[in-house]
């Protein structure tokens, strides 16, 4: 069948793959690749990708188009289900024959309820979808493909067996061609990251325990199955020859120095050291020195590392397997190798205080890594903190999909007896005012924006952008 998969038009800002986590309207408008979009679509021929919200495109526009397909897959997560129903159903109006399928970590964990929800949805993907979508794809009986849930013909709905998860991960196809073919590479853009950059995954799944975090304990699993050396460094050769624009390629898997595989992690360096690339990779706060030496040796910019918190009882909690005088010591041995870090926390977790948030602020000014961002605990379905949350009373169960408000701002879902929802949405802004109007980082933004007329309007827009995000955020 002739297939779209589709990320459908949503608020503006929306941020398309770091969505998965925490979909909402970043500080700065950004947008991550559909990467989890173009892996089935290159393995299905004359397949496109269409990404509506980086294109900026409208849903009579993605109508238009979308209707000229067959079958339709459609991304949705917790807060953008609503509108990516209601998307379904004004294309079904249009055509009625076409079938909708909805995939991502929301309709894994509910598909029952999303099948429900909506006449207009077909089918639902679970686990790992990529050959999921392509037997739907070829035509095959719903009733021979593993992995899918769908509506039969008296409206119950099916269940079949779960689909393995995929242990080969070379025979994936690169993802790189299927961007060049379907997206606007200049709409792709992240305030940390050289501009223009491109995105991929080498790996799935992650050996952590966090509570919070949704992709591992929906979709990707806790084994870490990797590409190989070779097979990572074949793309980023083939991005080098046909993409000669790109500045930097970021490793977007959860943790891509993860401490089982840190041989590969030092092959893929010197690879992308011949390669001359520039780079950039998620990395847990517990790296080694010699491996951050070699990495930085061979082409390494920035990590983009997940602290959270400043309090250890709290890290301790969410079952992140880091104490913060560990993390202090790498983020020391990052600034020794010129390492800029991206540093990611956030604010309500369990055990969270109004002293434990000052705790935290002061922690992140103390390591100052070069930027950072802040978000509130999302307790998105299917993770631990969200059964945590129900079970402790911090969450009522059908207030789950109010992660975000109808500007697309992430919201404080869950409250505390002796920290309401209120106090703790207001305190990220007390963060980032405390972290970034400082003398000493004004400075360091001045001095990067000095460094080049590029950078410099970069950073003036993405101030705009911050005030603004702060001004919507206050109100």
Request: aromatic residues 10%; hydrophobic residues 40%.
């Amino acid at each position: 069948m002739k297939t779209l998969f589709l990320q459908a038009p949503s608020f503006d800002g929306f941020d398309g793959g770091a969505g998965s986590r925490y979909q909402a309207k970043r500080e700065i408008k950004s947008f991550w690749y559909p990467t989890w979009l173009a892996q089935p679509a290159a393995l299905i021929p004359d397949s496109r990708v269409l990404d509506a919200p980086a294109d900026e495109i409208g849903v009579e526009e993605t109508l238009a188009i979308a209707e000229k397909y067959d079958l339709v897959f459609i991304h949705t997560s917790t807060p953008s289900f609503p509108t990516d129903a209601k998307f379904a159903e004004l294309l079904k109006e249009r055509k009625p024959g076409i079938i909708i399928g909805l995939v991502g970590a929301k309709v894994a964990v509910d598909p029952t309820d999303s099948l429900t929800a909506s006449a207009a949805i077909d089918l639902v993907c679970r686990e790992e979808f990529d050959y999921t979508c392509k037997e739907v794809a070829e035509g095959r009986p719903f009733a021979d493909i593993t992995g899918i849930s769908y509506k039969l013909a008296d409206g119950s709905v099916k269940h079949n067996p779960p689909r393995a998860m995929i242990e080969n991960m070379d025979d994936l196809p690169f993802v790189a061609p299927i961007y060049k073919r379907d997206l606007k590479i200049p709409n792709y853009f992240i305030g940390y990251l050289n501009y223009p950059y491109i995105s991929i995954y080498t790996g799935r799944g992650c050996r952590s325990k966090c509570t919070f975090c949704l992709w591992p304990q929906t979709v990707g699993g806790h084994r870490y199955r990797v590409r190989s050396a070779d097979n990572v460094i074949a793309e980023a050769k083939w991005i080098k020859e046909n993409m000669p624009e790109i500045k930097e390629l970021m490793f977007d898997d959860d943790t891509f120095t993860d401490s089982s595989n840190l041989e590969r992690v030092h092959d893929i360096a010197r690879g992308l050291g011949k390669l001359g690339w520039t780079w950039s990779c998620n990395a847990k706060a517990n790296v080694p020195y010699e491996s951050l030496k070699i990495m930085k040796e061979n082409g390494l910019r920035l990590l983009l590392v997940g602290y959270e918190s400043g309090d250890d009882q709290i890290l301790h909690n969410i079952k992140k397997g880091l104490r913060t005088d560990i993390a202090r010591k790498f983020t020391e041995n990052c600034r020794k190798l010129g390492i800029q870090i991206h540093g990611t926390f956030i604010l309500g977790l369990p055990g969270e205080t109004k002293e434990t948030i000052a705790k935290t602020i002061e922690y992140a000014k103390e390591i100052n890594p070069h930027t950072i961002q802040v978000s509130l605990a999302a307790p998105y379905p299917g993770t631990a903190l969200y059964n945590q949350a129900i079970e402790n009373g911090w969450l009522e169960k059908n207030h789950a999909v109010n992660l975000v408000n109808e500007k697309g701002v992430q919201l404080a879902a869950i409250s505390y007896p002796h920290l309401s929802k209120e106090e703790i949405f207001h305190s990220m802004e007390q963060f980032y005012r405390a972290f970034y109007f400082r003398p000493s980082k004004i400075w360091e933004i001045v001095r990067e924006m000095m460094a080049s007329w590029d950078m410099t309007k970069r950073r003036l827009r993405e101030g705009v952008e911050f005030f603004r995000f702060l001004r919507a955020h206050e109100s």
